[in-house]
C-alpha cells in the first residue's frame, strides 16, 4: 500500500512556543490531506482539509490562526501549532490518498505535549 | 452530518472467543467504510476496507460485512488471541474526488484474556 510519513512522532514543548508537523506521502502525489485530533480515550476528529495550492478548508471550532496548515507541494503538508497551551496536547494524524484511489493512508501520528 | 457509533464501547473476552463489533452511520451516502486498529498511545493499522458496493471483506480472521440501507457495519473475530487486544475503530469514508474524508466511529476497546 500507499505510504504516509509523519514526522515528529512525538514533541514536547514549552507553553507559548510553536511546533509544526509535517505529513509526506512518499511514492504518490496527493492534492488532498487531511488532518485529525484525537484526544485521550476518545476518537478521531477531523480538523481540516488541506489542498495543495490553496487554503485549508478548517472543520467547525477549529482555529485557523491556531492551527497554520500549509501545502506547499503535492507530497508535503504541514501543520503548526502556535502558540501551544497544555489543552493542545493531544494525538495529531494526517491521512491521504493516492489519486484514483479511495482507501484513505494514515502517517504514525504526532503525540504532542504542552508543558 | 454524519455520525458514526460503535457499541459496545469496551468489550473483555476469553481467549479464542469469536466476537463481533458493531458499527453503524447516518448517512448511507458513503463512499466505502474502513476498519482500523489502533494498540495503545500508537497510530492507526488499517484492516479491511469494503467499498460501498461490496457486502463484505475478509483478511485471515477478520471479516467484515457492510449494509448500507440499514447503515450497519460489523467486524468479525475468529478465535480471538491476546494480540487481538485494542481499540477497533470504524471509519465511513466519503470520497470527495481527490481524498476520502473519514468520520470515525467512537470504537471498541477489546481486551482478549488468557
Known amino acids: 500500500g500507499a505510504v504516509v510519513s509523519q514526522h515528529p512522532s512525538w514533541v514536547i514543548c514549552k507553553s507559548g512556543t510553536s511546533v509544526k508537523i509535517e505529513c509526506r506521502s512518499l511514492?504518490?502525489?496527493?492534492?488532498?490531506m487531511f488532518w485529525y485530533r484525537q484526544f485521550p480515550k476518545q476518537s478521531l476528529m477531523l480538523m481540516a482539509t488541506?489542498?495543495?495550492?490553496?487554503?485549508?478548508?478548517?472543520e467547525q471550532g477549529v482555529e485557523k490562526d491556531k492551527f497554520l496548515i500549509n501545502h506547499a507541494s503535492l507530497t508535503l503538508s504541514t501543520l503548526t501549532v502556535t502558540s501551544a497551551h497544555p489543552e493542545d496536547s493531544s494525538f495529531y494524524i494526517c491521512?491521504?490518498?493516492?489519486?484514483?484511489?479511495?482507501?484513505?493512508?494514515f502517517g504514525q501520528g504526532t503525540r504532542l505535549t504542552v508543558v | 452530518k454524519q455520525e458514526v457509533t460503535q457499541i459496545p464501547a469496551a468489550l473483555s473476552v476469553p481467549e479464542g472467543e469469536n466476537l463481533v463489533l458493531n458499527c453503524s452511520f447516518t448517512?448511507?451516502?458513503?463512499?466505502?467504510l474502513q476498519w482500523f486498529r489502533q494498540d495503545p498511545g500508537k497510530g492507526l493499522t488499517s484492516l479491511l476496507l469494503?467499498?460501498?458496493?461490496?457486502r463484505e471483506q475478509t483478511s485471515g480472521r477478520l471479516n467484515a460485512s457492510l449494509d448500507k440501507s440499514s447503515g450497519r457495519s460489523t467486524l468479525y473475530i475468529a478465535a480471538s488471541q491476546p494480540g487481538d487486544s485494542a481499540t477497533y475503530l470504524c471509519?465511513?469514508?466519503?470520497?470527495?474526488?481527490?481524498?476520502?474524508?473519514?468520520?470515525f466511529g467512537t470504537g471498541t476497546r477489546l481486551q482478549v484474556m488468557l
Open positions: 511514492d504518490f502525489q496527493a492534492t488532498t
Open positions: 488541506s489542498n495543495e495550492g490553496s487554503k485549508a478548508t478548517y
Open positions: 471509519a465511513a469514508s466519503f470520497y470527495t474526488g481527490t481524498a476520502s474524508k473519514l468520520t
Open positions: 469494503i467499498q460501498s458496493s461490496q
Open positions: 491521512s491521504a490518498n493516492p489519486l484514483r484511489a479511495t482507501e484513505a493512508f
Open positions: 448517512d448511507s451516502a458513503i463512499y466505502n
